[in-house]
């Protein structure tokens, strides 16, 4: 059933008072299928939300929105080394986490905590403490919204990059995805190397690792900087760590020996963008009731009544001031709307 004028207020993290003007939910491929079809002769794409944890609107949405909650968690193959697990897109990426985990079906341990749903995962290609999506991605299935024909694209054509993939660039706003189907490992290869995991496994006295421990030290460490959306409005890393070439990365570090930066597999060196806001001055900064968050600098956060424009705005004189300083633009790795 189609709705019309809807808040869009509790379907957003950034807690963005917005109004769609038509809003449905569906729960199933053939509940696409036959929005879609109602919607014949609208020549704009609905926009397609799932747990609108990196999004932020800026006006209200003149069209259609569509919120995914197809669910259900199945183990649809296996063979000697791998789980296959195919989950719907509306399931809560979390629950899914910890489906996977009481199952020993390894690989996502890592991704614990981070919001959202299993139809955006492979969206930016979600990533966190060492492992990204692509690395345990089997295959997904999506409706085209204008053909409304169903296609299953497999790992290489989704072409994952750092926070990127096909659906952020050439299919943006073309296909609903209504499934995503994971290869998890029988036997885990812990990644445990990564930031503060190996500290926090050590004060946690982990003796026999499980990747249960792994989970649960990932999610203490997000836990202690990362804002709740519960409680502080935010989607996230508002920005993505800039990648630099390496003679541009050594001239910064004479003048900015503290610089915070590693290595990719292209050559390229990925600063920490928070490093680069905080020391340009905006940590914990307030304009109203948008602000910097205190604990980390990448976070944007809406204080209680800031409008997506304030909160865009914010973060346009943050890309301004760090490009002054450093002369790196910074990229937005939130949705804008
Ligand atoms: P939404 O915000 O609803 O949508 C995001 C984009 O995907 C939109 O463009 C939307 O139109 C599109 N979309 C969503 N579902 C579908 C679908 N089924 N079919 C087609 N298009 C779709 N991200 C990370 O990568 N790593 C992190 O560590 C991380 N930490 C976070 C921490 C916090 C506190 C918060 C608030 C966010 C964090 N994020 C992180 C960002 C966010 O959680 C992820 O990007 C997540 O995958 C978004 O899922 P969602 O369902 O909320 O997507
Ligand atoms: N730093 C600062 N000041 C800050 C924040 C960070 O100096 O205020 C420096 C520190 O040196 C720190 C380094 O930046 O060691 C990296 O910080 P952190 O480990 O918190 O990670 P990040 O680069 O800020 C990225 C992802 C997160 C992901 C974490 C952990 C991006 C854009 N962000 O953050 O993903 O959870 O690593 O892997 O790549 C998201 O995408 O929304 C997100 C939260």
């Not at 299928?33 to 704009?44: A, K």
């Not at 054509?157 to 998890?184: A, D, M, P, W």
Request: hydrophobic share 40%; charged share 20%.
């Amino acid at each position: 059933m189609i709705k019309e004028n809807i808040s869009l207020q509790p379907f957003n993290t950034f807690g963005i008072d917005v109004n769609a003007r038509y809003f449905a939910s569906f729960q199933s491929e053939e509940n696409v299928f036959e929005i879609l079809e109602q919607q014949l002769g609208e020549s704009q794409s609905p926009l397609i939300l799932g747990g609108g944890s990196n999004i932020l609107f800026t006006k209200h949405v003149d069209g259609l929105v569509l919120k995914n909650e197809i669910g259900g968690i199945d183990l649809v193959h296996q063979d000697q080394d791998y789980f296959y697990v195919k989950a719907g897109a509306g399931v809560n990426w979390h629950s899914l986490v910890m489906h996977c985990i009481d199952n020993n079906y390894a690989g996502i341990e890592n991704l614990a905590l981070i919001p959202g749903n299993a139809g955006a995962s492979p969206m930016q290609n979600i990533g966190a403490y060492g492992v990204e999506i692509k690395d345990v991605f089997h295959s997904l299935e999506a409706i085209h919204i204008h053909d409304k024909t169903k296609v299953i694209l497999n790992n290489k054509e989704c072409h994952f990059g750092y926070r990127e993939s096909v659906f952020k660039n050439i299919y943006k706003n073309q296909f609903v995805i209504t499934s995503v189907t994971y290869k998890l490992k029988k036997v885990p290869q812990y990644n445990i190397s990564y930031g503060a995991i190996p500290q926090e496994l050590e004060r946690m006295g982990v003796k026999d690792l499980s990747i249960k421990d792994v989970a649960l030290a990932v999610m203490n460490i997000r836990n202690s900087k990362l804002p709740n959306p519960k409680i502080i409005g935010n989607a996230g890393s508002f920005f993505k760590n800039p990648e630099i070439s390496v003679s541009q990365f050594d001239q910064l570090k004479l003048n900015f020996p503290n610089i915070v930066g590693h290595a990719t597999e292209n050559n390229l060196i990925k600063v920490a963008a928070g490093w680069l806001i905080e020391q340009s001055g905006w940590k914990g900064y307030r304009e109203g009731d948008a602000g910097c968050h205190d604990k980390q600098a990448l976070v944007l956060v809406n204080h209680g009544n800031a409008s997506g424009s304030q909160i865009l705005e914010l973060s346009e004189k943050i890309i301004n001031s760090v490009n002054d300083k450093f002369g790196i633009e910074l990229s937005c790795e939130v949705n804008i709307i």
